[in-house]
């Protein structure tokens, strides 16, 4: 299948935030401009546009996001969402997959094909593995409204032959570039494109002594989890003040 419009849709995970590309709009590549780099030597008039922001909820994405991508009249649409709401200590995941469902079914109505995704087990991770339960249920609204709707499922909670330490960014939350590189290879391999992308090479943090273990650690509490805390007793975001990379449909480069 060729795709000649293709939209974006999410967050930090499809602006492509631990993939760094100081060339790149927002200094970001990602795995979405990678599947858009693979698509766009298919077809010659090939346009891509990612309206994806860091730190956005479900409700926000649909809300800042939908009508713009609708009116882009796409072929094809990537949307990832609900990993910023579960990591809140509230949240209504009913609500939450009821304004999914009706938000996925106004994209297939349009005839483009629809690419959802889960969230990856966070029990991989032990520091939010607490919030493995509330992730499940929500992973399993995704595959029902992804049947419903006859969209593209990319289960993400089901990849268990990544290890965590070799395709997470420093922050421990976001894909570094061969993290990207695979999820990328993963959306192309679920819509039955043919690609020449392979695996990139691993480069893991060193843990090879408990000494070298505490330091790791400690920056990563000090430049990572103390901001991600603040933010959220103050309410603020990581994309307070951030556009979207590529607002229109635009030949990729």
Same mark, same amino acid.
């Given at each position: 299948?060729?795709?000649?419009?293709?939209? =974006?849709?999410?967050?930090?995970?499809?602006?492509?935030?631990?993939?760094?590309?100081?060339?790149?709009?927002?200094?970001?590549?990602?795995?979405?401009?990678?599947?858009? $780099?693979?698509? =766009?030597?298919?077809?010659?008039?090939?346009?891509?546009?990612?309206?994806?922001?860091?730190?956005? !909820?479900? %409700? !926000?994405?649909?809300?800042?996001?939908? $009508?713009?991508?609708?009116?882009?009249?796409?072929?094809?649409?990537?949307?990832?969402?609900?990993?910023?709401?579960?990591?809140?200590?509230?949240?209504?995941?009913?609500?939450?997959?009821?304004?999914?469902?009706?938000?996925?079914?106004?994209?297939?109505?349009?005839?483009?094909?629809?690419?959802?995704?889960?969230?990856?087990?966070?029990?991989?991770?032990?520091?939010?593995?607490?919030?493995?339960?509330?992730?499940?249920?929500?992973?399993?609204?995704?595959?029902?409204?992804?049947?419903?709707?006859?969209?593209?499922?990319?289960?993400?909670?089901?990849? &268990?032959?990544?290890?965590?330490? $070799?395709?997470?960014?420093?922050?421990?939350?976001?894909?570094? @570039?061969?993290?990207?590189?695979?999820?990328?290879?993963?959306?192309?391999?679920?819509?039955?494109? %043919?690609?020449?992308? $392979?695996?990139?090479?691993?480069?893991? %943090?060193?843990?090879?002594?408990?000494?070298?273990?505490?330091?790791?650690?400690?920056?990563?509490?000090?430049?990572? @989890?103390?901001?991600?805390? *603040?933010?959220?007793?103050?309410?603020?975001?990581? *994309?307070?003040?951030?556009?979207?990379? &590529?607002?229109?449909?635009? %030949?990729?480069?």
């Amino acid at each position: 299948m060729t795709f000649h419009r293709y939209v =974006a849709l999410g967050d930090s995970f499809t602006e492509g935030v631990g993939d760094v590309d100081p060339t790149r709009p927002n200094g970001l590549r990602g795995w979405a401009d990678r599947v858009a $780099e693979m698509l =766009a030597t298919q077809s010659d008039d090939f346009g891509y546009a990612n309206l994806a922001i860091r730190g956005r !909820k479900l %409700p !926000k994405i649909l809300e800042d996001q939908l $009508e713009p991508a609708l009116a882009l009249h796409p072929d094809l649409v990537t949307i990832h969402g609900g990993g910023n709401d579960v990591l809140r200590p509230q949240v209504d995941i009913d609500a939450l997959a009821a304004t999914y469902d009706e938000a996925i079914g106004r994209l297939t109505a349009t005839g483009a094909r629809i690419v959802l995704f889960t969230i990856a087990d966070p029990g991989l991770n032990p520091v939010f593995k607490l919030i493995r339960g509330r992730v499940a249920i929500f992973n399993e609204f995704a595959r029902e409204i992804a049947e419903r709707h006859d969209a593209t499922l990319v289960d993400m909670w089901r990849m &268990r032959g990544w290890k965590v330490s $070799e395709i997470m960014d420093v922050d421990r939350l976001h894909l570094n @570039a061969a993290g990207h590189q695979l999820m990328a290879i993963s959306v192309l391999d679920a819509l039955g494109v %043919p690609h020449g992308l $392979e695996p990139l090479p691993i480069t893991a %943090p060193d843990v090879s002594t408990t000494r070298a273990a505490l330091r790791t650690n400690a920056v990563w509490v000090r430049e990572h @989890a103390v901001p991600w805390v *603040g933010r959220r007793l103050t309410g603020k975001s990581s *994309g307070d003040g951030i556009d979207p990379k &590529r607002p229109t449909l635009e %030949p990729i480069k």
